[in-house]
């Protein structure tokens, strides 16, 4: 398929999901199965029964298990990312969707049938156990830290540690466990749920549209079979280098989406509010607003366009996907805190979707590394460069 072929499709896929999103998808968002941990389990599969009835679940993903380039991907994403809910509902929601990108790269092909088949069905959720508590010392932005030992007996490897904020546990059938072997970190493929991962408690977060929320987690004497690690012991954080720019870039897509909507929300509120005398979009101080949101919205466009054609030219755009997930989370809470701000009361109550906009979006600045993080990364790599050059 052409570049030119590519996009055009993922254009016609973009706007089947939209439609679908507007139409089917946000009238749920007031849906009493949503909590503070996410949708519940029957209105996920409520949903992604519509999305497979329209045809746009996982859409990303072909019958061939060939996917859309990642430039056309931004464009189904930040379509679906218009709603909370749109990404759940069709199938590419964090972190089912960096799961599946890292199984269909690094999965035997019994591994894909039996873990990662039922994921791009829509039939099972999953969840990546790698980070650890502070409070233990384990690994969080330095997976270096991994304190979950595996340790070999006979033809199986027992699992021992403990995990914290682990995205989407609570009801997830699949699951991706980082722990360290003797031949170093090692990626564990489970069926959940199983006796020997335990969820303590799930996390009161700041955000609230992942299934199954964050959870703290430990697990106890878990017994995985050796047919079920990922490529080979010792290969896990190689393995999750696959995982990484892409669900760094996924993560920036969806949320450009919510803020598209935040954004569309604060424009309507703005131009039919009227006060001292006119509406509030004509008084400078609301319209500059609006005006650096466009701004902030479209230099968020083309820097994941930038980076996405970094990845479909085969670069691991490590370097990249850094830079891009500081200059779009940062502009997309721009955007965010105007919104709150153009509505006023409005724009922290529940009853608009701008205030859930605004957390969700506070909540990614940290997630897949937090800012500073990544500046710190940058930084090193300047360091590196700049002595390389002396």
Not at 137 to 164: F, H, R, Y
Not at 234 to 257: D, N, S, V, Y
Not at 335 to 357: F, N, W, Y
Request: proline share 4%.
């Amino acid at each position: 398929m052409t570049d030119t072929d590519d996009l055009k499709r993922g254009q016609e896929i973009a706007a089947s999901v939209a439609q679908f999103v507007r139409e089917e998808i946000i009238p749920f968002e007031k849906d009493a199965r949503c909590g503070g941990h996410g949708p519940d389990e029957s209105l996920v599969q409520e949903m992604r029964a519509l999305a497979r009835k329209a045809d746009v679940l996982t859409p990303h993903i072909f019958e061939d298990g060939s996917h859309l380039s990642h430039r056309s991907t931004a464009i189904v994403f930040r379509a679906a990312g218009y709603s909370p809910l749109g990404p759940v509902a069709v199938n590419i929601a964090a972190p089912d969707e960096g799961n599946m990108f890292l199984l269909g790269r690094a999965a035997t092909a019994k591994q894909k049938d039996r873990f990662l088949a039922p994921l791009i069905g829509g039939d099972a959720r999953s969840a990546f156990f790698m980070t650890e508590p502070a409070e233990g010392g384990g690994a969080g932005s330095d997976p270096s830290m991994l304190m979950t030992t595996a340790c070999q007996d006979g033809n199986e490897w027992v699992i021992n540690g403990t995990k914290k904020f682990i995205t989407g546990c609570d009801g997830a059938k699949v699951g991706i466990v980082m722990a360290k072997a003797e031949e170093g970190a090692t990626i564990f493929l489970v069926d959940l749920p199983d006796d020997a991962i335990r969820t303590v408690r799930v996390l009161d977060t700041i955000d609230s549209s992942m299934p199954g929320g964050h959870a703290v987690v430990e697990i106890e004497n878990l017994r995985v079979p050796g047919d079920q690690i990922l490529g080979a012991p010792g290969e896990g954080f190689k393995l999750a280098q696959i995982r990484l720019a892409p669900a760094r870039l996924t993560h920036c897509m969806r949320w450009l989406g919510a803020c598209d909507r935040a954004n569309d929300e604060a424009v309507r509120y703005a131009v039919k509010r009227q006060a001292f005398g006119k509406a509030l979009i004509d008084h400078e101080g609301v319209g500059f607003m609006l005006a650096e949101n466009k701004i902030d919205l479209k230099q968020s466009e083309l820097m994941i366009d930038w980076c996405a054609g970094e990845l479909d030219q085969g670069s691991t755009a490590t370097t990249e996907s850094s830079m891009a997930k500081v200059a779009v989370s940062e502009a997309l809470m721009r955007i965010a805190d105007r919104c709150v701000q153009v509505m006023g009361g409005a724009g922290v109550s529940g009853d608009h979707v701008v205030e859930q906009v605004f957390r969700e979006v506070r909540a990614f600045r940290i997630y897949d590394g937090p800012t500073e993080v990544h500046k710190w990364s940058l930084a090193k790599k300047i360091k590196r460069e700049a002595e390389g050059r002396a």
